[in-house]
């Protein structure tokens, strides 16, 4: 079996003496779209955070994250870019005075100090992704709209190449066509062999785009399997679904 793009093994993520996250083993292939739904407050955040080495200062954690087989658990967060690690945040963290340009090539920061020179042809990639930044690429990116800077948060983080793409609430705010477009584009960007670990309260969109999903509730992983078979599940449904269950 190909070694995964990530694993995780027996993560612990404590605040102090609260414990938010316990024991969590997760896998994500190349080409591989792998979700974590759950409810709010369940630990999906905390455990990105985790593995992107982004956690507050009171924060300590246990277990190991393998990226490629390499131990990066004791990396910073630059470190783990370098290896092909990247986080799109909820909150996207865009710099609003800069042009939406500016703010793409930024993506590519890590790579320019390592001397690569090749940002023109990944530029050219997320404009092809997402035509309307190629429009807008000289539009400060604070004036944009929720959608449009959802792609620009996006399309930063490819421009870092990377092997590991996760997804923080991509969907969170936005119009339901809006949406559909994110989405669409998460599921061509496995194509390319990214394996993407995406985080979703919008459990329905995220179970039909992924390949194998995991269910998190109170920092445990209480269910998991192909994301097709936990879309069918009674409590799945129940639970994150609602009845509405044909109509998606």
């Known amino acids: 079996m190909a070694t995964p793009i990530l694993e995780i093994k027996d993560l612990h993520v404590a605040y ?19 979700t974590v739904i759950g409810p709010n407050g369940a630990g999906k955040s905390t455990m990105l955070n985790a593995i992107a080495g982004a956690l507050v200062s009171n924060a300590s954690t246990t277990g190991a994250v393998l990226l490629r087989g390499v131990d990066v658990s004791s990396f910073p967060v630059e470190g783990r870019v370098s290896q092909g690690m990247s986080l799109v945040p909820e909150s996207r963290d865009l710099f609003t005075t800069m042009s939406v340009e500016d703010n793409l090539l930024l993506g ?5 100090k390592r001397g690569e020179k090749d940002y023109a042809a990944e530029l050219e990639s997320v404009y092809e992704l997402f035509p309307r930044l190629r429009e807008r690429r000289a539009q400060a990116a604070g004036t944009m709209s929720g959608g449009e800077r959802q792609m620009v948060a996006l399309g930063r983080a490819l421009m870092a190449k990377p092997t590991l793409l996760m997804l923080d609430e991509p969907s969170l705010g936005l119009a339901p066509l809006i949406v559909k477009e994110i989405f669409r584009v998460i599921v061509r960007l496995k194509e390319t062999g990214v394996g993407i670990l995406l985080v979703e309260q919008n459990a329905r969109a995220a179970l039909q785009a992924a390949d194998y999903g995991y269910v998190l509730e109170t920092g445990e992983v209480v269910m998991e399997g192909p994301a097709s078979q936990l879309a069918n599940d009674p409590k799945v449904i129940d639970t994150y679904l609602g009845l509405n269950k044909k109509s998606a």
């Not at 003496?17 to 792998?34: C, D, F, M, P, R």
């Not at 590519?108 to 320019?112: C, E, I, L, P």
């Open 16 to 34: 102090g003496k609260v414990e938010a996250v316990h024991g969590l083993n997760v896998k994500v292939g190349a080409g591989q779209i792998v």
């Open 108 to 112: 590519a920061y890590t790579r320019y």
